[in-house]
Structures are given as structure tokens and as C-alpha cells.
């Protein structure tokens, strides 16, 4: 049975940071892109950031870019997303998601909505709110 759990999410003020972690089971955690993308209450899904495993390479959305750090520790199964400088409109549930293949590149540059068929595993998501 794939898992993926997130942690680490909470209430914070602006300005602020966090960490979130995923543990990954089931799968072959080193063979898999790894990304997370988020909900802002109301609003569809978005692709913030993807660790590209062949490549040993990351990518951002421009939301986050400069802000937020996505690193992965094989040994651990885990998938991190370091958030620094928050702000409210980083509010959102962030998924941890794992796919076989990149993301598409249409949802990568934005032109294309993202859709759960995107991915082939979720998390149950975990809620970051930051608010004064």
C-alpha cells in the first residue's frame, strides 16, 4: 500500500518559517519525482516545487521561488519543503506527490491547470496558515 504522510504544518505569523515533511512507503521512493503543490482555500490546485531525482536537480514555482527549499533523503523516505519568509498568501493545504514521470510542463509553467490525475500518489494533505 503506498503512503505518503505529511507533517510539520501549523498556525504561524508572517515572516515566519516551517518545515514540512513526508514520509514516503510503498513505493520506490529514489525512482520517483517527488513535488509538492498546494490549495489555497478557494482556489484550485498549484505546482510549487518538484525534486527532479535523474537530473539531481529542483524547480519552483515563481511563488516560492527564492523562499522555499524542497530536498529529499532517500535513506529516510522522506521529502521535505523548507518554507522561509511566509506570507498570507502562502496559506494552503500543501500535498506531498509522487509520480513515476516529471510533471507535465504545462502545469510547471502555469498554463495548464493542475488536475489529482496529474500525480500518481497523494498525501492527505496538511494545513499551513499564516496570519498575524
Known amino acids: 500500500e503506498v503512503r505518503l504522510v505529511e507533517s510539520g504544518g501549523g498556525l504561524v505569523q508572517p515572516g515566519a518559517s516551517l518545515r514540512l515533511s513526508c514520509v514516503a512507503s510503498?513505493?520506490?521512493?529514489?525512482?520517483?519525482?517527488m513535488s509538492w503543490v498546494r490549495q489555497a482555500p478557494g482556489k484550485g490546485l498549484e505546482w510549487v516545487s518538484t525534486?527532479?531525482?535523474?537530473?539531481?536537480?529542483?524547480d519552483y514555482s515563481d511563488s516560492v521561488k527564492g523562499r522555499f527549499t524542497i530536498s529529499k533523503d532517500n535513506a529516510k523516505n522522506t521529502l521535505y519543503l523548507q518554507m522561509n519568509t511566509l506570507n498570507s498568501e502562502d496559506t494552503a493545504v500543501y500535498y506531498c506527490?509522487?509520480?513515476?514521470?516529471?510533471?507535465?510542463?504545462?502545469?510547471?509553467?502555469?498554463?495548464?491547470?493542475?488536475?489529482?490525475?496529474?500525480?500518481?500518489?497523494w498525501g492527505q494533505g496538511i494545513l499551513v496558515t499564516v496570519s498575524s
Open positions: 525534486f527532479y531525482h535523474h537530473e539531481d536537480r529542483t
Open positions: 510503498g513505493f520506490t521512493f529514489s525512482n520517483y519525482y
Open positions: 506527490v509522487a509520480d513515476a514521470g516529471p510533471p507535465p510542463a504545462g502545469v510547471v509553467s502555469g498554463l495548464l491547470p493542475l488536475r489529482r490525475a496529474d500525480f500518481d500518489y
